[in-house]
């Protein structure tokens, strides 16, 4: 129960800390920020108690100060009845499922959450758990999201796997609010209602062993996180009338800070980061420095914080690009990798057979925001077949473990192409 308060109030908090936002994204806002700043004060050799003491102070003195004093800058998505209790159907079960039953993934165990027990316990980030004491396969993995989990298991004095389940059934709950607060805002009210409704029912989001909420996997934390940059692109390419009440400068820290969270949440993260970066540079012109700031500050600690720990069994993606042309063999399963698992229908129904329709329809309808969204979607898909060309591990073997996680990385655009395609089709007939 202690886990359940800290998770879903500490967060939240330390969200609107920097600004009055829907619950959602101040959840997500708030973990990464925690997560980010608890590993800079680690490679500062800032005690991690004191760092957290003076989060907790600022974070959540200033959360409740802003929601008790401050007027609301966005404004509440209107309540549409069938789509919320579509979408909380599958959020209730998982909770259910999430009190009783214990974490039994793989990945979950052995790595992510291991990695916030040995934080907790040692209260450090290159303590003896990260230099050779625990022999961990994977210890050069970012570690954001085992930072959050850290933090709750050294409030409730518990190691026990269950009180970290929260968290990661709450990450699915809080993206789902983003998309239908940011979709709501972008396209209209019902697309992102029931964009977050269906977001919830794909089952490698919702139940899933690899990657799903029920498994403690860093997949939906960086995916939703992906979600806050994009969305902040795509309001930035709107008409000035049609964009939120936010000032663009704010637009800009808040797309630099989503994009440093991505860096320490996954290796995934960095080239996540990089496309960001370059789309942005056409998005935000001279802007984009800030967001190449605070991005450059997040790599440089995470270079640091591994160069002081050994590495585990993790690939060297530097050391493989030069190899890449000597592995052009691998070119024909790299680039059928993503279409094949695009169409497993236990993983994914026909969500993304609807979103390649949606794609043709909104570019045709409303190139200048659906633009936004293919360049990012089609980037990062790149960038993946580009490391299945390069890898040194057996690519079929690779393939079956991570192309679905990789897809839910994309998942944002993906959502936002179904509401443009639906919401410019409904406008059409209306005319």
Known sequence: MIGLVVTFVLFPLVGWSVGRRGIGEAFLFGAGLT??????????HVPLVVALALIVVWGVGSGVWELMHHSRTVQSTPHHAIPTIVMCIPLIALTFVAAITPLSDFDGRAFW?????????????????????????????PILIPLDGAVILGVTHDSDDRQLRWLYLGLLAAFALLVRERIGRLVSPAAGAWCAALLVWI??????????????????????????????????VLPPRDRATSQPRDRTI???????????????????????LVIGAFVFRKRIVIPAITSVIAAMALFVWRARIPAGDEEDIVRMLPTIFQKLHHLGDALAAFPVH?????RWGLFWIAVVIAAVLAWRLDRRTARVAISVIVAMLAVYAG????????????????ADRLLMHVI???LFLLALAS????????M
């Open 254 to 276: 808040r797309f630099g800070l989503w994009l440093a969270f991505l860096v320490l949440t996954k290796s995934e993260g960095l080239p996540f980061a990089l496309v960001f």
């Open 423 to 430: 919401s410019t089709v409904q406008r059409t007939k209306s």
């Open 412 to 414: 944002a655009p993906a």
């Open 113 to 141: 959450v291991l990695k916030a027990k040995g934080i907790a316990h040692e209260r450090a980030i290159d303590g003896p758990f990260f230099r050779g004491a625990t022999l961990d396969p994977r210890n050069h993995y």
């Open 387 to 402: 490391v299945y060309v390069a890898t040194d591990w057996v690519v079929t073997d690779l393939i079956a473990v991570t």
């Open 35 to 44: 997560g980010a700043l608890l590993f800079l004060a680690g490679v500062a």
């Open 342 to 346: 695009m169409f497993l229908f236990p």
């Open 203 to 236: 089952p490698q989001f919702a139940v899933e062993p690899e990657g799903g909420a029920l498994s403690a996997y860093s997949d939906i934390a960086l995916a939703a996180f992906a979600a806050g940059a994009f969305f902040e692109l795509v309001e930035e």
